[in-house]
Nanobody
Framework: QVQLVESGGGLVQAGGSLRLTCAAS????????MGWFRQAPGKERELVAA????????YIADSVKGRFTISKDNTKSTIYLQMNNLKPEDTAVYYC?????????????????WGQGTRVTVSS
């Protein structure tokens, strides 16, 4: 079992920044991928960013490209989502996800492990 715990959400004005953190614990294997999904009210959950276990491959959704970056700290089994120039349409609950073994294409990330979610609200 893998446990994922997110933190870092909150309320921010448009143009502001937040950094989300997802810490993995439990049976983390050597090969995996982790990523961030978000779900806005009335909308489907969408993949925002993903990264593989060695950081060699990343995926960033077009809707956030140039504003969001994903990174990881292997020593802590932790990933981060740095969100800059936030917009009201970024308002959502952000979920961390992990999949092992990692998918061939990060855009297809759909692991069995989910965090509890952290809410991000961007005011205009």
């Amino acid at each position: 079992q893998v446990q994922l715990v997110e933190s870092g959400g909150g309320l921010v004005q448009a143009g502001g920044s937040l950094r989300l953190t997802c810490a993995a614990s439990g049976r983390t294997s050597s090969a995996y991928a982790m990523g961030w999904f978000r779900q806005a009210p009335g909308k489907e959950r969408e993949l925002v960013a993903a990264i593989n276990w060695n950081g060699a491959n990343e995926y960033i959704a077009d809707s956030v490209k140039g504003r969001f970056t994903i990174s990881k700290d292997n020593t802590k089994s932790t990933i981060y989502l740095q969100m800059n120039n936030l917009k009201p349409e970024d308002t959502a609950v952000y979920y961390c996800n992990a999949e092992s073994p990692p998918p061939l294409l990060l855009i297809t990330l759909s692991g069995d492990y989910w965090g509890q979610g952290t809410r991000v609200t961007v005011s205009s």
